[in-house]
Nanobody
Framework: QVQLVESGGTLVQPGGSLKLSCAVS????????ISWYRQAPGKERDFVAS???????RYADSVKGRFTISRDNAKDTVFLQMNSLKPEDPAAYYC?????????WGQGTPVPVSS
């Protein structure tokens, strides 16, 4: 069972930047893709960004131009660089792995944004 551990969440100001990390316990090329999702209190979990085995990235419209997903292949780690944070960005951020119909989730890392 793959383990995914998200980290890097901390309190930030609107307009600030933050970089989240997702450490994967297996070779990230074992998976079709690794994504970032987020879930604000009382809301559904929403897609944020993904990177597939070939390196192709995809973003939610709400974060395009502000967030960047990347990976360190040697360290089996996926990152989410978040810039120009907005008050609507605070949430718990998760990085699921995807292999065909199997999806594994970590515990998430909170990203509160101060008003």
């Amino acid at each position: 069972q793959v383990q995914l551990v998200e980290s890097g969440g901390t309190l930030v100001q609107p307009g600030g930047s933050l970089k989240l990390s997702c450490a994967v316990s297996e070779n990230i090329f074992n998976f079709n893709a690794i994504s970032w999702y987020r879930q604000a209190p009382g809301k559904e979990r929403d897609f944020v960004a993904s990177i597939n085995v070939g390196g192709k990235t995809r973003y939610a419209d709400s974060v395009k131009g502000r967030f960047t997903i990347s990976r360190d292949n040697a360290k089996d780690t996926v990152f989410l660089q978040m810039n120009s944070l907005k008050p609507e960005d605070p949430a718990a951020y998760y990085c699921p792995s995807h292999l065909l119909s199997r999806h594994s989730w970590g515990q998430g890392t909170p990203v509160p944004v101060s008003s």
